[in-house]
Nanobody, 124 residues
Framework: QVHLVESGGGLVQAGGSLRLSCAPSTRTFSIYAEAWFRQAPGKEREFVAH????????YYADSVMGRFTISRDNAKNTVYLQMNSLKPEDTAVYYC?????????????????WGQGTQVTVSS
């Protein structure tokens, strides 16, 4: 079982930046695809970004394209989500997720392992 731990959330003003990190409990993390999802109050969880095991393939939701960047450092066993030009509508709990055998996927059902989430609040 892979345990994921997110960090880096917080309160930021609109237009600001945050960087989220996700660290797993297993050394074989480098062969897992990773994704970030988010869930705002009263809304369903939605896909944000995906990165393959090597870091060479990324995919983004339209709502964050050009503002967010997903990356990974397998030597440090960590996946990042750099969030720039934040908007109040980005306010949500952000979750990282991992799956060993998945291509580019926006479906939360395709990911086997999840973190507990980190709160991101963007004030106007």
């Amino acid at each position: 079982q892979v345990h994921l731990v997110e960090s880096g959330g917080g309160l930021v003003q609109a237009g600001g930046s945050l960087r989220l990190s996700c660290a797993p409990s297993t050394r074989t993390f480098s062969i897992y695809a990773e994704a970030w999802f988010r869930q705002a109050p009263g809304k369903e969880r939605e896909f944000v970004a995906h990165i393959d095991w090597s870091g060479s393939i990324t995919y983004y939701a339209d709502s964050v394209m050009g503002r967010f960047t997903i990356s990974r450092d397998n030597a440090k066993n960590t996946v990042y989500l750099q969030m720039n030009s934040l908007k109040p509508e980005d306010t949500a709990v952000y979750y990282c997720a991992a799956a060993r055998d998945v291509g580019v996927s926006t479906r939360d059902d395709d990911y086997d392992h999840w973190g507990q989430g980190t709160q991101v609040t963007v004030s106007s």
